[in-house]
């Protein structure tokens, strides 16, 4: 610790610095409020599926089932771990000592998205498609399992972002939530494909017997759109992450 | 010759008369209910009620405009008071995912909750202040809207006569009461929880979405009693909301629409108790002091 | 040992909407200890973010080594912050926190480096508990050991001393001295000014957003003519003294204070410290004290931000 000029070090290798960000990035995030909390949300998809297996009509049930899968726990469980991802370490002012280090500007929003979808997928994802399973439905558990995996990436994309952007990103991603995925998307087909859900059930659709309430197109259009979004939701939190003054 | 004095401008107790606590309460309260609308606070503070409040007029301002447009022609009105509640389902849950973090959970993260109890606030008063806030600002929620619709249509001349207008007045008042406690009470209890008001926002839009898919999947699926259907607390108050005004929703065979009137008010008000109950319990336990 | 500047402000001014939190401030640090002195609300902090690059001025530059530290990310290895807010990650160590840091700034092994910033700082870098768990002094240190893990040469620090107690301030300011004279480039805040002076001699005080004074804080108190110097005489014959001493032109006022202090104002300390004892000879009067009572640092400090 004496040298009189320090000898610059190595740049960061990015095999260092981005699994030494997503550990502390997940662990910020992995709480035991919110793993029962969203463990309990998707324990009840599971129960759900449980409930459809003993309708008359189970495939007819699971499309209920589904439905608030897709449009209720996917979206607030990503909601509640996304905008936390960064906004907590705004909200507690502890990102000067991410933001003041030789890393990218794109990783730590990256860590972020891939942190929460990490804790989204098997806390609701899974349980979608055990849900379907569970009912009987095999025919549609993949495929509700990948567009609750899907629509849980792009959501991520989506609040990672809001974290970032607005102070009361977690209210503002319930009014998209509330107000535009679930009222929009299935109240006004046209903008149906400006939604998440919209998208996510398109992937759904292409299972058999078309289980979803709402597609935006065809399961093809909808991973690329999803991915686009979750994207794209990474590049607009990293273009206000490098302004800086986040807090 | 006037005698000269010199003034002690050092420190000097207060010998004036002191308030009962009851004043500490609603002082608490009027300046909770400021601090949640943004009032009093810059002008990017009041953005989120403004936008819910503004949510919850438009069907309002939208029948009336488009009842003196049309000069009352149309054989029923665009939206019913009854039905009113119903149709701001989505507000009212933001609005109440808003206000009750808001008003409870900074003064727990920052420390004020240690501060508030050192003085005549004692923990009962101090909610007492906290859930008086969030349930007058509900209520102008629940409670607005429909007054301006009356006061609106009373103006233009479509009312009916004074004493029907006045019957209609005073189911407003006890209709808006009863959403605006129920809404408060479970986002209050929901907010004692955690520090974190995104946690609590997220938590009370999971309160009014969860229990009611569960119940009615239940009901339909399970053949589980109709009686499930109190969980769905959304629904539950717009079902009062209709019975109040001795109207029938457009879906009546939904589970709660089987359930008589004594049930429903009952499950608001057992709801709404059991809720206030949980977080005075919380807050007998919450340690006050970091 | 290069002498040139490491730190260079031009012009630099930053405001938030209407408020106008730091004008047209210039300065140059170099090598050694430099402290940043203010009342609450001068800047200081704001000013600190931006030699950073945390924040953007709103006019005017900033220049780290150099370079622009908001543009040219390979300058933040040469910058450690302190910063002032007292929150930590609540799910690491010391040492998980320290290391993390190693790690984002490249260092090949960043578990040795950490312990040895930990150790450094008086923690034990073997201390399991989560951060939220220590105490606010601890929590400090660690902060302090996160800044230096990487062998800065510049160190930011804003308040380093808040929470410790004396004899961890003791040590603190025995470390940022210790750096100062190894060549590295220390800007440290603090409002405790008596350890401001021990640390280092070189100040620039800011005030309402405005640098009101730079330079050595002695010479700085030399070119305070309006204002008298302010001296303490303890003596056995304070009237005889005190009459004596007015007749001198250094001395603009005495007073008396108790049965054996007198306090003088001089408008040149020089010439009276060269009168003093002779007029005492003369009106055979013991000098047990001479003391200057506003020539430290906070007399300094008083006089620029009151003006």
Same mark, same amino acid.
């Given at each position: ?44 998809? %599971? ?14 049930? /699971? ?6 899968? &897709? ?15 960064? *906004? ?59 567009? $609750?995996?899907?629509? *849980? ?43 998440? %859900? ?27 759109? &999803? ?21 | /010759? ?41 002008? +990017?503070?009041?953005? &989120? ?29 665009? #939206? ?13 849950? @933001? ?24 003085? =005549? ?50 189911? #407003?008042?006890?209709? *808006? ?11 209050? $209890? ?27 999947? $239940? ?23 209709? +019975? ?47 | ?52 690059? &945390? ?13 622009? =530290? ?20 609540? +799910? ?99 409002? %405790? ?30 070119? /305070?003519?309006? +204002?008298? /110097? ?13 009459? $004596? ?18 306090? @003088? ?43």
């Amino acid at each position: 610790m004496s040298t009189v000029e320090a000898t610059p070090a190595a740049a960061p290798k990015v095999w260092t610095t981005l699994p030494a960000l997503y550990r502390l990035v997940l662990r910020s995030q992995l709480t035991l409020a919110r793993i029962l909390g969203i463990g309990a949300l998707g324990a009840l998809t %599971v129960l759900l599926g449980v409930f459809a297996g003993q309708d008359a009509d189970p495939a007819q049930a /699971m499309r209920v089932v589904l439905t608030f899968a &897709l449009s209720v726990v996917v979206p607030l469980a990503t909601l509640w771990f996304g905008t936390s991802a960064l *906004g907590d370490l705004v909200e507690d002012r502890l990102l000067v000592y991410l933001w003041l280090k030789p890393v990218p500007r794109w990783q730590l929003p990256a860590v972020a998205v891939a942190a929460t979808t990490t804790l989204v997928i098997p806390l609701t994802a899974v349980p979608a498609g055990v849900a379907a399973l569970v009912a009987g439905t095999n025919e549609i558990a993949l495929e509700a399992f990948l567009a $609750a995996a899907l629509a *849980g990436f792009a959501y991520a994309g989506v609040f990672v972002a809001a974290g970032l952007w607005f102070r009361r990103a977690a209210w503002w991603g319930l009014a998209f939530v509330v107000l535009w995925e679930n009222a929009a998307a299935y109240t006004a087909g046209g903008l149906t494909r400006f939604t998440v %859900v919209g998208w996510s059930g398109a992937i759904l659709d292409s299972a058999p017997g078309s289980p979803s309430e709402v597609s935006a197109g065809s399961a093809g259009a909808g991973l690329v759109v &999803l991915v686009a979004v979750a994207v794209a939701g990474s590049v607009v939190a990293t273009i206000r992450y490098r302004r800086g003054e986040l807090d | /010759m006037s005698q000269a004095q010199l003034f002690d401008l050092g420190y000097r107790e207060y010998d004036g008369a002191r308030h009962r606590p009851a004043l500490a309460i609603l002082t608490l309260a009027l300046f909770t209910a400021k601090r949640v609308l943004g009032l009093g606070r810059g002008a +990017r503070h009041k953005v &989120l009620p403004a936008i819910t409040l503004a949510v919850a007029f438009l069907p309002a301002l939208v029948s009336v405009v488009v009842s003196v447009v049309t000069d009352n022609l149309l054989e029923e009105d665009l #939206i019913s008071y009854g039905e009113y509640t119903f149709f701001i389902g989505s507000a009212l849950v @933001l609005f109440a995912a808003l206000v009750a973090p808001e008003a409870l959970c900074p003064d727990r993260r920052s420390g004020m909750l240690g501060l508030y109890l050192a003085g =005549p606030l004692d923990r009962t008063r101090y909610l007492a202040g906290k859930a008086l806030a969030v349930f007058g600002v509900m209520t102008l929620i629940t409670v607005s809207p429909l007054l301006f619709m009356l006061l609106a249509f009373v103006l233009a001349g479509y009312a009916p006569g004074a004493g029907e207008s006045v019957e209609l007045l005073l189911e #407003i008042v006890a209709s *808006g009461l009863a959403t605006a406690l129920l809404y408060a009470s479970l986002s209050l $209890a929901v907010s004692s929880f955690t520090t974190r008001r995104a946690a609590a926002a997220v938590a009370t839009v999971l309160l009014f979405t969860v229990p009611v898919t569960v119940a009615r999947t $239940a009901i339909d699926s399970a053949d589980a009693p109709n009686e499930l259907d109190l969980m769905s607390f959304g629904f539950v108050a717009s079902e009062l909301s209709y +019975r109040i005004f001795g109207e029938t929703p457009e879906e009546a065979d939904e589970p709660i629409s089987q359930l008589s009137t004594e049930l429903v008010a009952g499950g608001l008000l057992a709801a709404s108790v059991a809720a206030l109950f949980v977080c005075w319990l919380r807050y007998r336990r919450i340690e006050a002091f970091r | 040992m290069s002498d040139e500047p490491r730190v260079v402000a031009e012009g630099v001014s930053k405001w938030f909407g209407a408020l106008v939190a730091v004008s047209d401030v210039s300065f140059d640090v170099g090598p050694g200890v430099t402290a940043l002195l203010g009342p609450n609300g001068a800047g200081k902090s704001t000013m600190f973010r931006m030699l950073c690059g &945390l924040a953007k001025p709103s006019k005017g530059t900033v220049r780290v080594l150099g370079r622009d =530290p908001r543009a040219d990310l390979a300058v933040t290895r040469s910058i450690g912050l302190v910063p002032q807010q007292e929150s930590v990650f609540e +799910r690491l160590s010391a040492r998980q926190f320290v290391s993390l840091t190693a790690k984002l700034h490249g260092l090949r092994e960043p578990a040795e480096n950490a312990e040895r910033a930990l150790e450094t700082v008086g923690l034990d870098p073997a201390d399991p508990r989560p951060l939220p768990t220590f105490s606010k002094g601890m929590r400090q240190r660690v902060k302090v050991a996160q800044a230096m893990v990487h062998d800065p040469s510049v160190l930011v620090l804003d308040e380093p001393l808040t929470g410790l107690d004396p004899r961890q301030r003791a040590d603190l300011v025995e470390l940022f001295t210790r750096l100062g004279s190894e060549g590295k480039c220390v800007i440290v805040s603090s409002h %405790v000014l008596a350890e401001v002076e021990r640390i280092g001699s070189r100040v620039l005080v800011m005030s309402r957003g405005r640098l009101a004074a730079a330079g050595d804080f002695r010479e700085l108190r030399a070119l /305070m003519d309006d +204002r008298p /110097m302010r001296v303490r005489v303890r003596t056995d014959r304070p009237h005889a003294l005190a009459g $004596a001493l007015l007749e001198q032109r250094a001395v603009v006022a005495v007073r008396l204070d108790g049965d054996d202090v007198l306090e @003088l104002d001089t408008a040149d300390a020089r010439a009276l410290a060269h009168t003093i004892a002779p007029v005492a000879r003369e009106r055979d009067a013991h000098l047990y004290e001479v003391r200057p009572l506003d020539a430290d640092l906070e007399g300094v400090f008083r006089y620029v931000v009151e003006r």
